[in-house]
């Protein structure tokens, strides 16, 4: 497997790869992988004939008091575990050759990043806009793939696809949880003492949502579930930043459960562990 560190021998060796008709899929991850990260590694080479990884713990995606210096890296391990999957290619660059001094382009992708995750990190979905496009452009990948947990993300990946006439194609992985439910996440790994037990109230309150729906035979009320939802967060002692059933294309509020809705869920654990989670309800 080869480790590149630069924009421009990752843009030649995927320049090289596609005159020679290769198909490349791209995964961008910030590293820590774990076994989310590894089935969006597999669902790539199953789709193409190689596959690029690529390790950048973006600044630009971290707001003020974010954990970005303290971002778990392990960047050996890392690239063992995406060698195991059949990753063909690391692309890991320094921050400095992503964004040198001269740098000031971003990219916003309007309404789809101001409610959920956006509305409480400012300039969050910017910063992802920004990096995907350049991951884009530097390795011109065939496809892409992206995990459902961070469902905001996927949603703007693919307005942002659309919109620009970027000619990748995006492919979602699902979410992998623990043997107890909990979503796969690198934050994980901040989960103290008795915060791991607590943590697991998302998925709780996603089960408890979809048990609710299940059991009726009439339209669901939105508000109702939320009071459900947000009752467990507040019971287990989490901080609910935000719980919102929304339309799985546009992110819109909806009044009553449907085939298209979303529980998006996203909770501060501990006081300092932020972690998201979402299902889709029917």
Known sequence: MKIVHTPEEMTIWSNAMRREGKRISLVPTMGCLHAGHLSLIKKAKDLSELVIVSIFVNPMQFGPGEDLDAYPRQFEIDCGLAEQQGADIIFSPAPEKMYDDTFQTSISVGRLSRGLCGADRPGHFEGVATVVTKLFNI????????????????????????????????????????????????????????????????????????????????????????????????????????????????????????????????????????????????
């Open 139 to 282: 390795t011109s990948p065939h496809v892409a793939v992206f995990g459902e947990k961070d469902f905001q993300q996927l949603a703007i990946i693919r307005q942002l696809v659309k919109d620009l006439n970027i000619p990748v194609e995006i492919i979602a992985g699902p979410i992998v949880r623990e043997a107890d439910g909990l979503a796969m996440s690198s934050r994980n790994k901040y989960l103290e003492g008795n915060d791991r037990q607590i943590a697991l109230c998302l998925s709780q309150a996603i089960a408890e949502a979809r048990k609710l729906i299940a059991g009726s035979t009439e339209p669901v009320l939105v508000s109702s579930v939320l009071t459900v939802v947000k009752s467990i967060v507040a019971d287990a002692g989490a901080v609910l930043e935000y719980a919102e059933i929304i339309d799985k294309v546009t992110l819109a509020t909806e009044e009553y459960v449907s085939a298209e809705s979303v529980l998006a869920v996203a909770a501060k654990i501990g006081g300092r562990v932020r972690l998201i989670d979402n299902s889709i309800l029917i």
